[in-house]
């Protein structure tokens, strides 16, 4: 199953006139990416499901060199959430087997520019297989210091919000704080996010405007982007002109110009 997709995915891609981006004067330290349409984009060309969350891979590789070349100093991509284990048990295994061919393709890459792996979500309920690449992907980048780029595996907004709740009562009931010490700083500090810069832009492919439990917390004072383009064929030329739409965003956090 695994290497069956192998031929499709956008290879032309890698060979298309590379466009020179002015630096970027204004970006986001940290974007979130719900990263849809990838059986959309199957759909379109009579693939099967599959080929098109391979192409999503290639189009996740592509988006984390852009990023990396943008100097953005975080991203967080939606890979898997906490609701896709309502997929197709074959659909779920080929997602699973995923974070293997990604990193035994591009973990020389990532190290090499100083790319810092995280994951966030629950990794425990993750196939032993898929573990294993969480531990030798962590390990292998854990002394770099440049982008980090985190997986939201098994990942869903309001369970984080709830482990963080839970975290919290525990520590209340062991006497080690009291309830009314709870402050917003210290209730991020339970989040899968914590010591990642703030999200300030989320991007989501596909035409859906919502964001499905991804970074609920996190994402209330980001700006949120939206676009038809299906994941796959989501570009670094796209990434720059969004990027250029948020250093056009006039940014108030509640308060007036
Ligand atoms: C949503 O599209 C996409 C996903 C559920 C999977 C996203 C995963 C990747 C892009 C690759 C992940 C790779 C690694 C290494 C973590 P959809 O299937 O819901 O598309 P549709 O809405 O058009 O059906």
């Given amino acids: ?55 999503g891979m290639i189009s996740m590789r592509e988006t984390i060199r852009a ?19 309502k997929r197709p048990v074959s659909e779920v295994e ?20 100083g790319v810092r792996v995280r994951f966030m979500g629950d990794t425990s309920r993750l196939p032993p297989y898929t573990q294993e690449t969480v531990r030798n992907s962590l390990e292998r980048t854990a ?16 369970s984080e919000l709830m482990h963080a709740m839970s975290q919290f009562a525990q520590e209340v009931a062991a006497g080690r704080t009291c309830a009314d010490e709870l402050t917003e700083e210290r209730f991020e500090s339970y989040l899968d996010t ?6 300030d832009f989320v991007i989501r492919t596909s035409g859906e405007i919502r964001l499905s439990n991804f970074l609920i ?15 796959p064929d989501f570009s670094k030329e796209e990434l720059y002109q969004a990027i250029l739409e948020f250093g056009r965003r006039k940014r108030r956090f509640g308060d007036v110009e």
């Fill in 1 to 55: 199953m695994l290497g069956l997709f192998k031929g499709f995915g956008r290879g032309q891609r890698a060979s298309a006139p590379t466009v020179e981006h002015p630096p970027l004067q204004v970006k986001p330290r940290h974007i979130g990416i719900i990263m849809d349409g990838n059986g959309r984009w199957a759909r379109k060309r009579a693939l099967p499901r599959m080929a098109g969350h391979h192409a």
């Fill in 67 to 85: 990023c990396d070349d943008f100097g953005i100093e975080c991203v967080t991509l939606y890979a898997f959430s906490t609701e896709n284990w």
């Fill in 94 to 113: 080929y997602l699973m087997r995923l974070p293997e061919q990604f990193f035994r393709s591009e973990i020389d890459e990532l190290v090499s520019r």
């Fill in 143 to 158: 002394q770099n210091t440049g982008m980090t780029v985190n997986f939201a595996l098994n990942y869903g907004g309001r």
């Fill in 194 to 199: 914590a010591g990642l810069p703030p999200l």
């Fill in 217 to 231: 917390w996190q994402s209330a004072y980001a700006e949120l982007w939206f676009t038809d383009t299906l994941w």
